[in-house]
């Protein structure tokens, strides 16, 4: 790497200046961690202050059958396989009681795997169940890779589909399955479900629906570096076109139980080198989320020093990346989080999936 | 460069290489930009240690856990009779190096233990002989100033005649526990039994004059105050002033699990571990090398500590009890490929070393 390259994008992210692909793998290289730490706390500070956010949310994952098959996954199951679950109408009655008395529940976030028999009815029903059970809770359901899967099985457009389900109360998008929107590392790391195109051509539609969306990185496994930063500078294009994306979450990849289990788990000096770099190349999405379930809890508070401004939910249960090995806890509580941002200097902010504050009757604990 | 206003003249001072006051040291740890305190670590480490980062292959003797000092914030201590409780032999210890030292890249001990009840002086320095006689080619580091302090005690003999034995009977180094805090307040609520912060100083002191370097620490996040890290700090900085004898500083986040204190103290974040890292980077203007012990840190904050003015990441440790007894949820011995590894993503350069920092072997490219 050339030297005034490195000089010229260490210039340009000290200044907070748009980056280029050239200027981004220079800064990767240099791999100066605390002065992209630094960098990027500056570029938080611009869009949030020294608020951090979290909310409320509850997992659900209706079923773990799928019939994609993706290497990279430990969720999984076929069908037939022992563990294998689908939840039924009455299941989710049961977990919609025990959302109605949590208290502040702002977000119910549904992710599942592709049922090979479950028609897209299945799904729907269960927006409006969620729906009718809990009208004032933001539901944030099915990556492009579902809705894909939907427009595949109904024969309608992907338009439609979100239109369907926007009008039967959904209301923004998780943005999972993004993985790395490269077709060689796709062909390789889940080759049967949405492609590249497909994965923008959703996020887009929906953006256009007026549909909120989030968008995710899963890095680490055989991915270049090159590729990986791409895969940013392809999420900062979309987010130019359409302003739709509210939040950038990142995953290190978890080998365990995967297909790519010869895998090895970056290190954290990578996640926060990540954490970091996202945060600058990133420049128009507003928040960057710190995804604790993923990156165990203390480097998630550690995130907020590497431009970071979410910690994510009081998780109810999250079956996905507990299947992949991560060995955090399952649930935390409100105080725990708020304590937990302002031992890092920040102000704890409780929001709604639309990042509004809301009201918590509770005082940041000193 | 990086910082508020609030932290110019502490900024100006370490560019200039000054040294920090106790107030500065206070100011720091009020510090809530941890990416300004992490760059000034790494700042002062770059000018001192260079890319080279330390660790050993090595394996922990810990020869008993039977022990009549009673620290309330110790998981590895226990009475004779307590569920657990052992103590080596010569055969037993001889066994445990023996199975290490297949390992060919093993290069020493670390040797520290309990304070045995009816152990005498000899007891632990006839193994240490042992050790030495079948293994002439192994380094060999242990006993704390804690431990040391009581050899003189039951032996009758001054903690120089006690190093002079040990160090004939082939000790090279002495390990930096047993520090704590160097606090009387602290010490007599948590471990009145052992070593005062007078005695642990004294015998690195003594060590330092008979030409054994040794290793200092802090335990930290249990019922110190941020003002008693600073003066412990000083207290160290003050000493190495005097001696220079001090290798390397380590810093141990207190592991309350398991422990008295379980139950009314919460383990340390990572955002403390990191800036106590980085704050002993910055008072410690005259200690070297700076530890960041992966066993105690997990090794997730012992790599990240890389970047906050750590130059030494310890061992693949063989074996390791003492604070696995505390809870501590890291694995019980890393590979050196994935120490190397650790150190390597971190953009710095492994170099295998001995007890006293002398580099046995580099992976430079
Ligand atoms: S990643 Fe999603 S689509 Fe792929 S196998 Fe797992 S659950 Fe199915
Ligand atoms: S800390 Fe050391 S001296 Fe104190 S009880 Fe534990 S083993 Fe004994």
Same mark, same amino acid.
């Given at each position: 790497?050339?030297?005034?390259?490195?000089?010229?994008?260490?210039?340009?992210?000290?200044?907070?200046?748009?980056?280029? !692909?050239?200027?981004?793998?220079?800064?990767?290289?240099?791999? *100066?961690?605390?002065?992209?730490?630094?960098?990027?706390?500056?570029?938080? /500070?611009?869009?949030?202050?020294?608020?951090?956010?979290?909310?409320?949310?509850?997992?659900?994952?209706?079923?773990?059958?799928?019939?994609?098959?993706?290497?990279?996954?430990?969720?999984?199951?076929?069908?037939?396989?022992?563990?294998? #679950?689908?939840?039924?109408?009455?299941?989710?009655?049961?977990?919609?009681?025990?959302?109605?008395?949590?208290?502040?529940?702002?977000?119910?976030?549904?992710?599942?795997?592709?049922?090979? %028999?479950?028609?897209?009815?299945?799904?729907?029903?269960?927006?409006?169940?969620?729906?009718?059970?809990?009208?004032?809770? *933001?539901?944030?359901?099915?990556?492009?890779?579902?809705?894909?899967?939907?427009?595949?099985?109904?024969?309608?457009?992907?338009?439609?589909?979100?239109?369907?389900?926007?009008?039967?109360?959904?209301?923004?998008?998780?943005?999972?399955?993004?993985?790395?929107?490269?077709?060689?590392?796709?062909?390789?790391?889940?080759?049967?479900?949405?492609?590249?195109?497909?994965?923008?051509?959703?996020?887009?539609?929906?953006?256009?629906?007026?549909?909120?969306?989030?968008?995710?990185?899963?890095?680490?496994?055989?991915?270049?570096?090159?590729?990986?930063?791409?895969? !940013? +500078?392809?999420?900062?294009?979309?987010?130019?076109?359409?302003?739709?994306?509210?939040?950038?979450?990142? +995953?290190? +990849?978890?080998?365990?139980?995967?297909?790519?289990?010869?895998?090895?788990?970056?290190?954290?000096?990578? %996640?926060?080198?990540?954490?970091?770099? @996202?945060?600058?190349? !990133?420049?128009?999405?507003?928040?960057?989320?710190?995804?604790?379930?993923?990156?165990?809890?203390?480097?998630?508070?550690?995130?907020?020093?590497?431009?970071?401004?979410?910690?994510?939910?009081?998780?109810?249960?999250?079956?996905?990346?507990?299947?992949?090995?991560?060995?955090? &806890?399952?649930?935390?509580?409100?105080?725990?989080?708020?304590?937990?941002?302002?031992?890092? &200097?920040?102000?704890?902010?409780?929001?709604?999936?639309?990042?509004?504050?809301?009201?918590?009757?509770?005082?940041?604990?000193? | 460069?990086?910082?508020?206003?609030?932290?110019?003249?502490?900024?100006?001072?370490?560019?200039?290489?000054?040294?920090?006051?106790?107030?500065?040291?206070?100011?720091?740890?009020?510090?809530?930009?941890?990416?300004?305190?992490? $760059?000034?670590? *790494?700042?002062?480490?770059?000018?001192?240690?260079?890319?080279?980062?330390?660790?050993?292959?090595?394996?922990?003797?810990?020869?008993?856990?039977?022990?009549?000092?009673?620290?309330?914030?110790?998981? #590895?201590?226990? *009475?004779?009779?307590?569920?657990?409780?052992?103590?080596?032999?010569?055969?037993?210890?001889?066994?445990?190096?023996?199975?290490? @030292?297949?390992?060919?890249?093993?290069?020493?001990?670390?040797?520290?233990?309990?304070?045995?009840?009816?152990?005498?002086?000899?007891?632990?320095?006839?193994?240490?002989?042992?050790?030495?006689?079948?293994?002439?080619?192994?380094?060999?580091?242990?006993?704390?100033?804690?431990?040391?302090?009581?050899?003189?005690?039951?032996?009758?003999?001054?903690?120089?005649?006690?190093?002079?034995?040990?160090?004939?009977?082939? !000790?090279?180094?002495?390990? &930096?526990?047993?520090? /704590?805090?160097?606090?009387?307040?602290?010490?007599?609520?948590?471990?009145?039994?052992?070593?005062?912060?007078?005695?642990?100083?004294?015998?690195?002191?003594?060590?330092?004059?008979?030409?054994?370097?040794?290793?200092?620490?802090?335990?930290?996040?249990?019922?110190?105050?941020?003002?008693?890290?600073?003066?412990?700090?000083?207290?160290?900085?003050?000493?190495?002033?005097?001696?220079?004898?001090?290798?390397?500083?380590?810093?141990?986040?207190?592991?309350?699990?398991?422990?008295?204190?379980?139950?009314?103290?919460?383990?340390?974040?990572?955002?403390?571990?990191?800036?106590?890292?980085?704050?002993?980077?910055?008072?410690?203007? $005259?200690?070297? $090398?700076?530890?960041?012990?992966?066993?105690?840190?997990?090794?997730?904050?012992?790599?990240?500590?890389?970047?906050?003015?750590?130059?030494?990441?310890?061992?693949?440790?063989?074996?390791?009890?003492?604070?696995?007894?505390?809870?501590?949820?890291?694995?019980?011995?890393?590979?050196?490929?994935?120490?190397?590894?650790?150190?390597?993503?971190?953009?710095?350069?492994?170099?295998?070393?001995?007890?006293?920092?002398?580099?046995?072997?580099?992976?430079? %490219?």
């Amino acid at each position: 790497m050339i030297k005034e390259l490195i000089l010229q994008a260490r210039e340009k992210a000290n200044a907070g200046l748009r980056l280029n !692909l050239q200027e981004a793998l220079a800064l990767y290289e240099d791999n *100066d961690l605390l002065f992209l730490a630094d960098c990027a706390r500056r570029m938080k /500070e611009k869009k949030s202050g020294r608020q951090v956010f979290y909310n409320v949310n509850k997992h659900i994952n209706l079923t773990n059958i799928c019939t994609s098959g993706c290497p990279l996954c430990a969720f999984q199951k076929k069908e037939g396989e022992p563990g294998g #679950f689908v939840l039924e109408e009455t299941d989710i009655a049961k977990i919609l009681e025990e959302a109605k008395v949590t208290r502040n529940l702002g977000e119910i976030h549904i992710v599942s795997a592709l049922h090979p %028999d479950k028609p897209f009815e299945y799904y729907l029903n269960v927006v409006k169940q969620v729906r009718q059970a809990l009208p004032q809770v *933001d539901i944030k359901a099915f990556t492009p890779v579902e809705i894909v899967h939907f427009s595949q099985m109904t024969g309608k457009s992907i338009k439609e589909v979100l239109e369907i389900l926007q009008k039967a109360g959904l209301s923004s998008l998780p943005g999972g399955g993004a993985e790395i929107l490269s077709d060689r590392v796709r062909e390789i790391i889940c080759p049967k479900k949405a492609t590249t195109v497909q994965w923008i051509e959703t996020i887009k539609t929906a953006h256009k629906l007026g549909i909120r969306t989030n968008c995710t990185m899963m890095y680490g496994h055989i991915e270049t570096i090159e590729e990986r930063l791409q895969h !940013l +500078f392809t999420l900062r294009d979309i987010q130019d076109e359409t302003g739709g994306f509210q939040a950038f979450v990142s +995953f290190p +990849f978890h080998p365990a139980n995967t297909g790519l289990d010869y895998l090895k788990r970056v290190g954290s000096w990578e %996640d926060m080198k990540m954490m970091a770099l @996202s945060r600058l190349i !990133l420049d128009n999405v507003d928040h960057i989320k710190a995804f604790w379930i993923m990156l165990t809890m203390p480097i998630a508070q550690l995130a907020l020093g590497f431009g970071a401004d979410d910690l994510d939910g009081t998780i109810g249960e999250e079956k996905i990346i507990h299947a992949a090995g991560a060995n955090t &806890g399952r649930g935390i509580t409100r105080s725990k989080l708020r304590q937990l941002i302002t031992e890092a &200097g920040f102000e704890p902010v409780e929001r709604d999936t639309f990042y509004h504050p809301v009201e918590t009757g509770e005082e940041a604990v000193k | 460069m990086y910082s508020s206003e609030e932290y110019k003249e502490i900024e100006k001072k370490i560019f200039a290489g000054e040294r920090l006051s106790r107030e500065d040291g206070i100011k720091l740890f009020a510090c809530k930009d941890i990416a300004w305190l992490g $760059n000034m670590a *790494d700042y002062v480490r770059q000018q001192k240690c260079g890319d080279i980062v330390y660790y050993n292959v090595n394996c922990h003797v810990n020869l008993t856990n039977i022990c009549t000092s009673k620290c309330k914030f110790c998981a #590895f201590g226990r *009475d004779k009779d307590d569920k657990g409780a052992y103590a080596m032999d010569v055969e037993d210890a001889l066994a445990l190096v023996r199975d290490a @030292s297949k390992d060919p890249n093993l290069a020493g001990l670390h040797v520290v233990s309990g304070l045995h009840s009816d152990w005498s002086f000899e007891d632990y320095l006839q193994r240490l002989q042992a050790l030495h006689d079948e293994f002439p080619n192994l380094y060999l580091k242990g006993f704390t100033g804690v431990e040391i302090t009581h050899f003189a005690k039951i032996s009758g003999l001054s903690v120089e005649q006690v190093l002079r034995k040990l160090q004939q009977a082939g !000790l090279q180094a002495i390990a &930096g526990g047993g520090a /704590e805090i160097l606090s009387d307040r602290v010490r007599n609520e948590l471990c009145p039994n052992k070593a005062t912060a007078a005695q642990w100083l004294e015998v690195s002191r003594t060590a330092h004059k008979l030409g054994i370097k040794t290793n200092a620490s802090m335990l930290y996040g249990h019922i110190e105050t941020l003002e008693e890290r600073v003066d412990h700090l000083l207290t160290l900085r003050d000493l190495q002033d005097e001696t220079g004898g001090i290798q390397t500083f380590i810093c141990f986040p207190f592991l309350p699990k398991h422990t008295e204190l379980g139950k009314t103290v919460q383990q340390t974040s990572m955002w403390d571990d990191l800036r106590t890292i980085a704050i002993s980077r910055l008072m410690l203007d $005259n200690i070297t $090398n700076i530890k960041a012990y992966w066993v105690m840190l997990t090794v997730p904050v012992a790599q990240i500590a890389l970047g906050f003015g750590a130059n030494d990441i310890d061992g693949t440790i063989h074996k390791e009890t003492i604070l696995h007894d505390a809870g501590a949820s890291s694995p019980t011995a890393l590979s050196e490929d994935n120490i190397i590894k650790i150190i390597r993503e971190a953009g710095r350069i492994p170099a295998a070393c001995d007890c006293n920092f002398n580099i046995l072997r580099t992976f430079a %490219d």
